[in-house]
């Protein structure tokens, strides 16, 4: 009766604690531009044309995303209205889903301690607990494609009864469809490469007949039955949209997923190594111990071995994909957060229990990597109270940065609180490892959790208002006019979401301009690129300039 009690206790203090965590405050500042309002306004365009089975921007069919990750947010809008609120709520509920799962699935691993570790050490790793705090598709993405990597290593631990085979390779098809259904055939792309590399030590076994033994076994009922399963789970959406008549977009959205491959993105190009010093950083300090846990170690248990393998393959497949790839974006990485906090546990456990050593270069690594990350978090708020010292200087040459810098934002100096936290906080973890490593471990991830949540708390809000906060307020102001508002010179989402265009709003820019319009016309510019436009638009008067942005009125607009 005490372990049914523990086994229902554990989950459930982790949920709730996941939940205290990720749930409040997701709602305080606007969705930040592209990615946020982006997959937001697809949600609310749904609602608003009452189409459900199509993703559209502006009223236009959109063709970069599939919708299951919209179809959530349209729940959550539901639920909650259309806000920064509900559109962010569905990661939120993700995190908790995701703690758990590593919590159980690490307890059938090794034990309870280690499923509760690793999701303690999941969370207080700075990447994965901003996630959980956003409105994109990448949380719900991963957790699909890991949930398909741990049905397969169930599939092919070579201990497994035969008699549940099948059900592994259904349940694995079934997450990988989803993961397609959120975000594409990478998903595929990616589980199809792990596997692949899987079994390639064994195909080359069988080859060259180094071993007799039948080291593992594939059904060909499995793979057709897996295979059966992902088509339709991840397919059933393309066939209905081919099926309405929509063929073309279903080929424009497999062009665009073979583009993302080949080229650069527009500003997101990269150095091959981006997506390896992102994880070292963003992943802290989980990233510094999982380092350790890049060789599997012979006296692990026979399964806990096979699943060690398994995220090693998942994180080299992820590092190296996504350094090939042209385009280089914070969150491709992302998946590579479930293979790095498995292997930072697996370490933390062989330094609790003695079996591996903390050595003088690790003090140091970690000393370096928590001094540069403190150093960051102290440094900008006093860098902010310095700001227009900074601009006379000349050091920043990028003229709309230098503009957006102008807005007025109060900063305390209080805000270097949390990286000051994490410097002691780690130094006191240092001095007491030697007598208690687990309290200094214990110390270690919980000071960079607290510290991780509350700089999220705290600089994405002050950051938002140098960088967007100008242009959505006017957007949320014009939403309340029966007008026209439109962005141009910079490309953004916010105008339709925050200025809550309507179907009928949809009209070409040069009839806005230059035509005969029925109600008011606003413009928004880059104050950078006004003297480019200002020859173009003669009927457009400027109403105000804030924050790097320019908001013009087209002066013989009807008067409402």
Known sequence: MKKEENSFIIPLLIATSAALLFIPF???????????????????????????????IDFKPFWEKPPLFIWLQVLSMKAFGINEFASRFPNAVCGIVSLVLISRLGKRLHSVKFGAWWAFIYTASILPQLYFHSGIIDPWFNLFIFTAVWFFSSYSDPFASSSRKWYYAMMSGFFIGLAVLTKGPTALLILGLLIGIFYLPFLFRMIFRKRQEVIVSVRFSDFLLFSLVAIVTGGFWFLLQVMDGHKDMVMKFILYQVRLFVIPDAGHGGHWSYHFWVLLAGVFPASLFAFKAFRINKNDPGF?????????????????????????????????????????TRVVFGLIDGSMKWKKGFTALLLFLTGIISLVVIGLPIAMQYKQQIIDSGMIRDAFAVKNLQAEVHWSGLESLPGIFLLIGVLIALLIRKKNMKKALVLLFATSLIFTHLTILIFPYKIEKYSQRAAIEFFQEKSKENCYVLNAGYFSYAPLFYGNKLPGDVKRPMWLLTGNIDRPFYLVLKETEYEKWKQEIPAMKVLYKKNGFVFLKRIDAPIN
């Not at 606007?30 to 199509?54: G, T």
């Not at 497949?317 to 292997?343: G, R």
Request: proline content about 1%; charged content about 15%; hydrophobic content about 55%.
């Open 304 to 344: 806990f071995r096979h699943f060690h393998r398994i995220m090693l393959i998942l994180f080299w497949v992820v590092l190296i994909l996504f350094s090939i790839v042209t385009t280089k974006i914070v969150h491709y990485s992302s998946l590579c957060y479930f293979p790095l906090t498995f292997l930072a």
């Open 26 to 56: 997701i709602g305080r500042m606007h969705l930040f531009d592209w990615d946020e309002i982006n997959f937001a306004e697809c949600a609310r365009e749904m609602i608003v044309s009452k189409n459900f089975l199509s993703v559209q």
